[in-house]
């Protein structure tokens, strides 16, 4: 069961809810159509009515093939009647937000008769079929025993998990081995809970690194950059350090990184504290260097299992994980006594 805070009330102290746009889970999903056909898909940290995340598999399940889509939404979601609504202004009066329910479609035919099969004839039958639409038992929150009983009905999951609850959420996918495409700060490569997952490649990233812009709710404060109101009143921020993760295999995962640059001790430094040189920019990666090498955590957007192979990360986030690569002191990378940012350790295959 969850714990004593709620899905809702944890997410609102940190101010970590972001809503995607469709254009953004559009972008990314094109690369993951061969997964889906014959799948069950859940979005268990959406509402329905309001989540991008519903409306694409809404819009695309027969174009998938999908066998099931199922989405949940928690009580007092801050996101309710905040994003743009699938339904139209018009149908309002058919909204639960604020109620923890469930939306489980298998088939999308063309209910209404307009000789035509989309998001139209989703809403119809929503509207029509009770079956479709039923209200949770308990609060939604997908650590509950009912959201945990969907979760093991999934074949993948697909959502954007509010910030603070990263590794929890991580956790309770890997614990049911759940297939997964959802969205995360990039820093999360470096937490000790997410790190050795990243290390023995069962995740990684996607295809596309950052976002744009996000819808908030409308408690957030304003900040003093990233951040603006638009003519309706919705407010937005952008950040450029989130990022898609995933246990889904993309072709981009196997494109090798261009390498051109020669090594020379020179350029590139020994740390005093760990058995690696530093190379400050992933471009920058020599093509004939075979040892261990400390690259930025930006370097997992152009990682190939293939081409090379993770050995670990420096210890200042306490993960242990440093892959024997450490040789004491500091935890931090240090060139001539300066300390370098994270890095993530590595060694090329070939």
């Not at 638009?230 to 246990?247: A, E, L, P, V």
């Amino acid at each position: 069961m969850a714990g004593n805070k709620s899905l809702h009330s944890a997410s609102k102290a940190k101010e970590d809810e972001f809503y995607t746009e469709l254009s953004d889970i559009e972008n990314e999903l094109r690369h993951y159509k061969q997964h889906f056909k014959d799948k069950v898909v859940l979005c268990n940290c959406d509402d329905p009515y309001e989540s991008n995340f519903f409306k694409y598999f809404a819009m695309n399940f027969n174009q998938l093939g999908l066998k099931k889509l199922i989405a949940t939404c928690y009580d007092g979601s801050a996101i309710a009647n905040t994003q743009l609504s699938i339904w139209g202004e018009d149908n309002t009066q058919q909204k639960k937000t604020g109620v923890p329910h469930k939306i489980v479609i298998t088939e999308v035919t063309d209910l209404n008769g307009d000789g035509a099969i989309n998001l139209a004839d989703v809403e119809y039958l929503i509207q029509n079929d009770k079956n479709v639409l039923t209200r949770l038992k308990g609060n939604g929150d997908f650590r509950s025993k009912e959201c945990i009983e969907l979760l093991m009905q999934a074949d993948i999951v697909v959502t954007n998990p509010p910030f603070s609850l990263f590794r929890e959420y991580i956790s309770q996918l890997m614990t049911y081995h759940k297939k997964f495409i959802i969205i995360g700060n990039q820093n999360a490569i470096t937490y000790k809970e997410i790190f050795p997952y990243i290390k023995a490649n069962e995740m990684w990233l996607g295809s596309s690194l950052s976002f744009a812009k996000f819808k908030v709710p409308s408690y957030y404060e304003p900040k003093p950059t990233r951040f603006w109101i638009d003519d309706t009143g919705q407010k937005w921020r952008s950040m450029g350090n989130i990022c898609w993760y995933t246990n889904l295999d993309i072709a981009k995962r196997h494109e090798d990184l261009d390498l051109y640059k020669h090594y020379t001790p020179e350029e590139y430094p020994k740390y005093s504290n760990y058995n690696a040189i530093e190379v400050s920019k992933v471009a920058d990666i020599p093509m004939d260097y075979d040892g261990y090498m400390g690259v930025p955590i930006t370097f997992m957007d152009k990682y190939n299992p293939d081409q090379f192979e993770i050995i670990g990360m420096g210890e200042d986030n306490g993960t242990g994980q440093s892959g024997g690569v450490w040789l004491g002191g500091s935890k931090s990378c240090l060139i001539k006594g300066k300390a370098a940012f994270k890095r993530i350790f590595i060694r090329r295959k070939y």
